[in-house]
């Protein structure tokens, strides 16, 4: 067992260390050039501090957000995307806080989220954010190997722009980011829906289906739809704990993550979480307790499983998950995520099993949030484009409606063209088992193929 505060899970003094915010960008626009028109009422104060500076010859710090100069536009002066480098993101905990709360994202493009993964890969990933404050959004790029990337790429689920859609920053940005001169790029885990098609169609890239991550809405409540869990959960008269002490946390997370590392070993998988992922997951755990939750299933004083999730105001993220294997008869992975998705939706709140296609997901999910893969120079060698699955809005006790659809959209179809997605079927773990990274899918159904629910054995 991992020592709480030993070991590839605590976190390096870099990961760790909890970063200045609500600090003002501390860049202005500059721009010897620049010409002197009348400016909206919002931004005098930033250019009479910019005529200051431009008049002394001051600049902006090497490595911290640049403007691209100001743009005449008739009366008025519009400042261009503004482009930040250095690990510290404290200058722009303001505007993308901004752009967070104007958007339609989830957890994964807060603030916070980005904060500790810039330090935490701060030795490997070269960053490139652009930025604009009016209307807020925010480019989260990075290079790493020389691959361009957005931030989190291979650890966050869900990926895209943060900010309003009508921004008019993304042609701009695609404009500058195939001027690096990147030999590749990958953007995984863009949802379907993006409203940043701007940037995607100006980067040139092609899109993939990916994956399709299992989600239970809000309000759709599990009383009477799992009887044999119920039944299973009074009789095993287990107890679930929400730790909330700082060194209860960390000791948690340690054990999760030992027990899963053993538990994949065991079954000949690869482990996806390496040490510098863990030194995230910790940085996570440690400077973000009002994000990350961690879960466990204890039985007589002996713990059975144990969840790291996830939380938003109206959502929560299971995010990985492991169980002691000599307790595994009782299935205690599934019971842990029953008692957490149950306490969820009493809460009113959604639950995102995240990308993987494992039986223990799609047995409590409603519906599935169908993600892409964008690429770009990826050549002849790319691996074929993956099919996502597509759960139908009403699986339960009622099973599926005849058309197979995504919750208030039409049935998802490849871009460019192509057939529906329909369920897809592979072998079922142990109960318990599973890992929340992706998975490969089965081939589509034919379309028109009248498709069957994959079927789910309750737990004995």
Same mark, same amino acid.
């Given at each position: 067992?991992?020592?709480?505060?030993?070991?590839?899970?605590?976190?390096?003094?870099?990961?760790?260390?909890?970063?200045? &915010?609500?600090?003002?960008?501390?860049?202005?626009?500059?721009?010897a050039?620049?010409?002197?028109?009348?400016?909206?009422?919002r931004?005098?104060?930033?250019?009479?501090?910019?005529?200051?500076?431009?008049?002394?010859?001051a600049?902006?710090?090497?490595?911290?957000?640049?403007y691209?100069?100001?743009?005449?536009?008739?009366?008025?002066?519009?400042?261009?995307?503004?482009?930040?480098s250095?690990?510290d993101?404290?200058?722009?905990?303001?505007?993308?806080?901004?752009?967070?709360?104007?958007?339609?994202?989830?957890?994964?493009?807060?603030?916070?989220?980005?904060?500790?993964?810039? +330090?935490?890969?701060?030795?490997?990933?070269?960053?490139?954010?652009?930025?604009?404050?009016?209307?807020?959004?925010?480019?989260?790029?990075a290079v +790493?190997r /020389?691959?361009?990337?957005?931030?989190?790429?291979?650890?966050?689920?869900?990926?895209?722009?943060?900010?309003r859609?009508?921004?008019?920053?993304? $042609?701009e940005?695609?404009?500058?980011?195939?001027?690096?001169?990147?030999?590749?790029?990958?953007?995984? &885990?863009?949802?379907?829906?993006?409203?940043?098609?701007?940037?995607?169609?100006?980067?040139?890239?092609?899109?993939?289906?990916y994956?399709?991550?299992?989600?239970?809405?809000? $309000?759709?409540?599990?009383?009477?739809?799992?009887?044999?869990l119920?039944?299973?959960?009074?009789?095993?008269?287990p107890?679930?704990?929400?730790e909330?002490e700082?060194?209860a946390?960390?000791?948690?997370?340690?054990?999760?993550?030992?027990?899963?590392a053993r /538990?994949?070993?065991?079954?000949?998988?690869?482990?996806?979480?390496?040490?510098?992922e863990?030194?995230?997951?910790?940085?996570m755990?440690?400077?973000?307790?009002?994000?990350?939750?961690?879960?466990?299933?204890?039985?007589? &004083?002996?713990?059975?499983?144990?969840?790291?999730?996830?939380?938003?105001?109206?959502?929560?993220?299971?995010?990985?998950?492991?169980?002691?294997?000599?307790?595994a008869?009782?299935?205690?992975?599934?019971? *842990?995520?029953?008692?957490?998705?149950?306490h969820?939706?009493n809460?009113?709140?959604?639950?995102?099993?995240?990308?993987?296609?494992?039986?223990?997901k799609?047995?409590f999910?409603?519906?599935?949030?169908?993600?892409?893969?964008?690429?770009v120079?990826? /050549?002849?060698?790319?691996?074929?484009?993956?099919?996502?699955?597509?759960?139908?809005?009403?699986?339960?006790?009622?099973?599926?409606?005849?058309? *197979? +659809?995504?919750?208030?959209?039409?049935?998802?179809?490849?871009?460019?063209?192509?057939?529906?997605?329909?369920?897809?079927t592979?072998p079922?773990p142990?109960?318990?088992?599973?890992?929340?990274?992706?998975?490969?899918?089965a081939?589509?159904?034919?379309?028109?193929?009248a498709?069957?629910?994959?079927?789910?054995?309750?737990?004995?």
């Amino acid at each position: 067992m991992l020592a709480p505060t030993r070991g590839p899970v605590a976190p390096s003094r870099r990961c760790a260390a909890s970063l200045p &915010g609500g600090a003002a960008p501390n860049s202005l626009p500059g721009g010897a050039d620049a010409p002197r028109a009348r400016l909206p009422l919002r931004n005098f104060g930033a250019f009479r501090v910019d005529f200051a500076r431009r008049q002394s010859g001051a600049t902006p710090a090497k490595g911290h957000s640049r403007y691209n100069g100001a743009r005449a536009r008739g009366n008025r002066t519009r400042v261009g995307l503004q482009w930040h480098s250095d690990p510290d993101l404290g200058p722009l905990a303001e505007v993308w806080q901004a752009a967070a709360a104007s958007g339609a994202g989830s957890v994964f493009q807060s603030y916070a989220f980005a904060r500790q993964w810039a +330090r935490c890969y701060a030795g490997e990933a070269e960053l490139r954010i652009g930025w604009q404050a009016t209307p807020p959004l925010i480019v989260p790029l990075a290079v +790493r190997r /020389g691959r361009l990337e957005l931030m989190g790429e291979g650890l966050f689920d869900y990926l895209d722009l943060i900010g309003r859609a009508e921004a008019n920053g993304q $042609g701009e940005a695609a404009e500058r980011a195939r001027g690096w001169g990147c030999a590749a790029a990958q953007f995984t &885990g863009v949802g379907a829906g993006t409203r940043f098609g701007v940037f995607w169609q100006g980067l040139g890239a092609e899109a993939r289906p990916y994956a399709a991550a299992p989600v239970r809405a809000a $309000g759709a409540r599990l009383e009477g739809e799992h009887r044999r869990l119920e039944a299973r959960w009074r009789r095993a008269q287990p107890t679930l704990r929400l730790e909330t002490e700082a060194g209860a946390r960390r000791h948690l997370l340690a054990w999760l993550l030992d027990h899963k590392a053993r /538990g994949l070993a065991g079954r000949g998988e690869r482990n996806v979480l390496g040490a510098r992922e863990q030194n995230w997951l910790a940085a996570m755990v440690e400077g973000e307790p009002e994000l990350s939750e961690l879960w466990a299933l204890e039985r007589g &004083g002996r713990r059975l499983s144990a969840l790291l999730a996830w939380q938003s105001r109206d959502a929560r993220y299971g995010y990985t998950i492991s169980y002691e294997e000599e307790a595994a008869e009782l299935s205690p992975g599934i019971l *842990l995520l029953f008692a957490v998705v149950r306490h969820t939706m009493n809460e009113g709140r959604s639950f995102h099993f995240l990308t993987g296609e494992q039986a223990y997901k799609r047995r409590f999910a409603t519906h599935g949030a169908a993600l892409l893969r964008y690429m770009v120079g990826a /050549g002849p060698s790319a691996p074929a484009a993956r099919v996502p699955l597509v759960l139908a809005p009403t699986w339960g006790p009622g099973g599926p409606k005849s058309e *197979l +659809r995504l919750a208030g959209a039409a049935p998802y179809s490849l871009p460019g063209g192509g057939p529906p997605c329909g369920i897809t079927t592979t072998p079922e773990p142990e109960a318990g088992s599973g890992d929340p990274g992706s998975q490969p899918f089965a081939p589509i159904l034919p379309a028109g193929k009248a498709a069957r629910p994959p079927r789910v054995e309750e737990p004995r």
